[in-house]
């Protein structure tokens, strides 16, 4: 079984610029959350969508949104980027939204960098 | 979700076991202990979870204390390959999806 893929790996905006990444969740997964890693805050976490609703939002501006699709894949975009925005953004995605095992599979990230 | 504290950094000899240590103290009763680590510009994996009985699974064991104030993560024989950040998150099964990663320990395994 194929794991989280997420593209691009890498990418490289300028302040002002918007960006989406995308994420494809195992097969038959339905959970999808979004982290963002950085060297000062460490992972936080975005927000999280199951069956194309976004159940849960973290601490983040509005510039930050997302999106899922019947398919379950996701997509979150950032508009005005601003340099702190550079981080690794992390999918994650899950079977369920809750249950006694619900352990996430990560990606491989997308690392964003902002000039 | 209940905070954890971990130990900043430990060092483990290859195939010697690493305990990993983690404090949760406020842990309430429905929240279960999960653990995840990070190979340096990798995404986090999972490794294992548990309520209030040991859980042992491929990658390594968990041993939660009666009171569930702390558990500590084994990996039996570690390797290089083990070297990463582990993290220790507690959180009911509600949440575990919306995970809050602390600072985590960073294991470093030497030869």
């Known amino acids: 079984k194929a794991g989280v893929t997420q593209t691009p790996r890498y990418l490289i905006k300028t302040r002002g610029q918007q960006v989406t990444l995308s994420c494809s969740p195992i097969?038959?997964?339905?959970?999808v959350s979004w982290y963002q890693q950085t060297p000062g805050q460490g992972l936080q976490f975005l927000f999280e969508?199951?069956?194309?609703?976004?159940?849960n939002k973290g601490n983040f501006p509005g510039r930050f949104s997302g999106r899922q699709f019947s398919n379950s894949r996701s997509e979150m975009n950032v508009s005005t980027l601003e340099l702190g925005d550079s981080a690794l953004y992390l999918c994650?995605?899950?079977?369920?939204?809750?249950?006694?095992?619900?352990?996430?599979?990560f990606g491989p990230g997308t690392r964003l960098t902002v000039l | 979700d209940a905070k954890t504290t971990q130990p900043t950094s430990m060092d483990c000899a290859e195939g010697r076991a690493a305990n990993l240590p983690c404090n949760h103290s406020?842990?309430?009763?429905?929240?279960?202990v999960y653990w995840y680590r990070q190979i340096h510009s990798q995404g986090p994996q999972y490794i294992i979870h548990g309520l209030k009985n040991n859980e042992t699974n491929e990658m390594a064991s968990l041993i939660i204390t009666e009171d569930r104030k702390s558990s500590t993560l084994i990996l039996p024989h570690a390797t290089l390959r083990d070297t990463a950040v582990y993290y220790c998150?507690?959180?009911?099964?509600?949440?575990?999806?919306?995970?809050?990663f602390g600072t985590g320990t960073r294991l470093q395994v030497t030869l």
């Open positions: 406020t842990i309430s009763g429905n929240e279960y």
């Open positions: 994650a995605s899950s079977l369920l939204a809750g249950g006694p095992s619900n352990e996430q599979f």
């Open positions: 969508y199951f069956s194309e609703t976004q159940r």
């Open positions: 998150i507690a959180c009911s099964t509600g949440t575990a999806s919306k995970l809050t």
């Open positions: 097969s038959g997964h339905r959970s």
